[in-house]
């Protein structure tokens, strides 16, 4: 409980906060320091306790929406859109800050800059600003003391963890490490410098493609001369968020379908060729600009897909235009971090019965985000524990189902996804550079060639010489043998018992002396004691029917 006499100012005002929201398990655990079975309060109820509790809570409820691994798709829901009620930092303490990061008066380096701040948010604000050489900006400056609040509630929260991992539902859900998880991405918001990074990063790899016209396509540069952990100087675009766009009504519908699809083929490149791709693409995050250009902005929340990932969803994608619940089984399995505990008939079972009701639908009707998400419930109701790294793809396709959806009403998924598939496999077959990959494959096969003959003759020669050996494992035997031991002695007791019952009766109708009457008793008694003993243990093993 160091965590709590550490912060007991900070520990009042979130019991306070608990407490006027009526979350009634959470006041349990903070006051008695356990609880009962997880309570969670419903998702608009979460949602206010976070905004209440302030700016920190509120990026740490934006986090939790990037788990729907975890978390249903309600809080989800209720989530993603969460916003802190937070009133801008007053322009003196703005350019104090300012001053500090850059070494230099403000306006030895801006010849403009805006005191007006143009959004405001948990962590920074953002302001418009001129250079001295003319070019305009986008000045993101951190709130001052920010990283000192950060600091004090990652302690709070790493302390709540620890009280929650005492539950089943911490065990299950291993909190410790998911708070220590989610602390680092709070710690990593306050370096501007990697959010400058990633965005370097994914202009570069958006670049080059044979998917759409890279000039259609902007990732604001970066200005890293005056660019600093507290402050992110970017290129400033001129446009709105992609759904306020009005566009030209005679081109209208035609244009909304050519923006849908180089929306789509932006971040099917970023996740399934690239594997670094932008977690977070809603509304405000991506931007029709005033010459008719895509301008994709706030590129801090990254997530990462290694090959083979990306070859799993790539045919989990397939597996869902399918409707092929056998093969989600398989594949969720080989994306799995743990799947011992995982019955495979239920794990089949649950699939065939989430995808049954799109048997009917027309492949133009289904809401792949949607099934996307039902997949990661189906997950979590069977055990199986995905990487962390599939909350945030699943989130990024709804987010950008969402998008489309919104932007062009009249979207078909499979249309826009089908010219895409071939070039998906022959990357996973081939990679983007065939003549290494198939001089590779050439040289396996030229090793499995040389290897196999003499592989065949080993076999051969230990069959004929009755050498080889067979080894066999076979899930659950150990349970099954032990359960064949218990009966088998229980059997052997109950023979033992029906001996004794028999011998005591002969022996008692025959006795002619007191002895044998003596030992009719005894052989009675240890027969009677057997028996009982045998009776509890069949009782307590609970197989008593």
Known sequence: MVFLTQNRGRQREILEVVFRNGWDYMRRLLTVGKADSPE?????????????????????????????????????????????????????????????????????????????????????????????????????????????????DIALIKGIAELVARTDFGEDYDVVALAEEFTNALRAELDFTQEATYTDQLRRNLTTTRWFDTKQVVIPAIHWDVTTEKVLVMEWLEGCPILEAELPKQQEQKRRQEVTTLLFRVFFQQIYLDGFFHADPHPGN?????????????????????????????????????????RCTQLTLELSERSDLVNLNNLENDYDQMLRKYYNLNIAEINFSEVFYEILEVSRKNNVKLPSNMGLYAKSLANLEGVARGFNPNLNLLEEIRPLMSDLFRNQILGNNPIPTLLRATLDLKSLSLQTPRQLELLFDRVTSETLNWNLRVQQLDSLRRSLDDSANRLSFSIIVAALIIGAAIISANAQTPQLSFISNILFAAASLIGFWLLVSIWRSGRLR
Request: a negative charge; one cysteine or more; glycine letters at 6%.
């Open 286 to 326: 991506i931007f029709y600009l005033n010459d008719g250009r895509v301008a994709i902005i706030d590129c801090g929340m990254i997530g990462r897909l290694d090959p083979r990932t990306q070859q799993i969803l790539t045919e989990m994608l397939l597996a869902i235009v399918d409707i092929d619940a056998q």
């Open 40 to 152: 969670l309060p419903p998702p608009k109820v979460l949602r206010n306790i976070l905004v209440d509790l302030g700016p920190v809570y509120v990026k740490f409820g934006q986090l939790l929406s990037t788990r729907p691994d975890i978390i249903p798709p309600a809080y989800i829901e209720a989530l993603t859109a969460l916003q802190a009620n937070v009133p801008p930092v007053a322009w003196s303490e703005i350019k104090t800050l300012l001053q500090e990061q850059l070494n230099a008066p403000v306006e030895e380096v801006f010849s403009q800059f805006n005191q007006e701040p143009v959004a405001a948010g948990s962590i920074a604000q953002t302001h418009r600003a001129t250079l001295r050489n003319g070019q305009e900006v986008a000045v993101k400056v951190q709130r001052p003391g920010i990283d000192k609040v950060v600091e004090q």
